[in-house]
T-cell receptor, first 114, second 115 residues
Framework: DTEVTQTPKHLVMGMTNKKSLKCEQH?????MYWYKQKAKKPPELMFV???????INESVPSRFSPECPNSSLLNLHLHALQPEDSALYLC?????????????FGPGTRLTVL | AQSVAQPEDQVNVAEGNPLTVKCTYSVSGNPYLFWYVQYPNRGLQFLLKYITGDNLVKGSYGFEAEFNKSQTSFHLKKPSALVSDSALYFC?????????????FGTGTKLQVIP
């Protein structure tokens, strides 16, 4: 299985809602990532988990809360978002520690904040 | 910090013609370079990577890239473009700053293949 899956595909939420994005991979990768991507822009790194521990937080607002329950799953909990948080949220995974580790991306969750 | 630059926002090429999407890099040490492609409303797909070895790297869907150390470039090429190659292309470099692996992307180049 060389796939990264993400649910839901689309999400519309109000600024007072609480929702979660989910990501799953079964490639045995030990590094997992959350990216935010605005239209026609490169992905912006948000968080990196390495061996289920948060290793990088790129100064992301606390309304985004990541969680890595196990080596195959990655969640992103959302609360009190702003309209400017509307974007494509991408999950990726890679084999930590291998030279030139290639990242495998999921299809993304299209988030709209009203 | 490691970085890559993509000087062209958009490249237009006629179907059947060769295509080149440009990328230059700025790194300390040996560069680990990647190309990814993104189709509309989709995630990124890995095309190819350069770590070491031959300067010509072959990848998926008939793409290849040429690593040029003297020009600090890693241009993506294909001998004959297809309409289905129309997409957004990102060059990227591996960054191990702080001891953790992450990837820094270029700004992206939109490739338009004209029938």
């Amino acid at each position: 299985d060389t796939e990264v899956t993400q649910t839901p595909k689309h999400l519309v939420m109000g600024m007072t809602n609480k929702k979660s994005l989910k990501c799953e991979q079964h490639m045995g990768h030990r590094a997992m990532y959350w990216y935010k991507q605005k239209a026609k822009k490169p992905p912006e790194l948000m968080f990196v988990y390495s061996y289920e521990k948060l290793s990088i937080n790129e100064s992301v607002p606390s309304r985004f809360s990541p969680e890595c329950p196990n080596s195959s799953l990655l969640n992103l909990h959302l609360h009190a978002l702003q309209p400017e948080d509307s974007a494509l949220y991408l999950c990726a995974s890679s084999q930590e520690g291998l030279a030139g580790g290639t990242q495998f991306f999921g299809p993304g969750t299209r988030l709209t904040v009203l | 910090a490691q970085s890559v630059a993509q000087p062209e926002d958009q490249v237009n090429v006629a179907e059947g013609n060769p295509l080149t999407v440009k990328c230059t890099y700025s790194v300390s040490g040996n560069p680990y370079l990647f190309w990814y492609v993104q189709y509309p409303n989709r995630g990124l797909q890995f095309l190819l990577k350069y770590i070491t070895g031959d300067n010509l790297v072959k990848g998926s869907y008939g793409f290849e890239a040429e690593f040029n150390k003297s020009q600090t470039s890693f241009h993506l090429k294909k001998p004959s473009a297809l309409v289905s190659d129309s997409a957004l292309y990102f060059c990227a470099v591996r960054d191990m700053t702080g001891g953790y692996q992450k990837v820094t992307f270029g700004t992206g180049t939109k490739l338009q293949v004209i029938p």
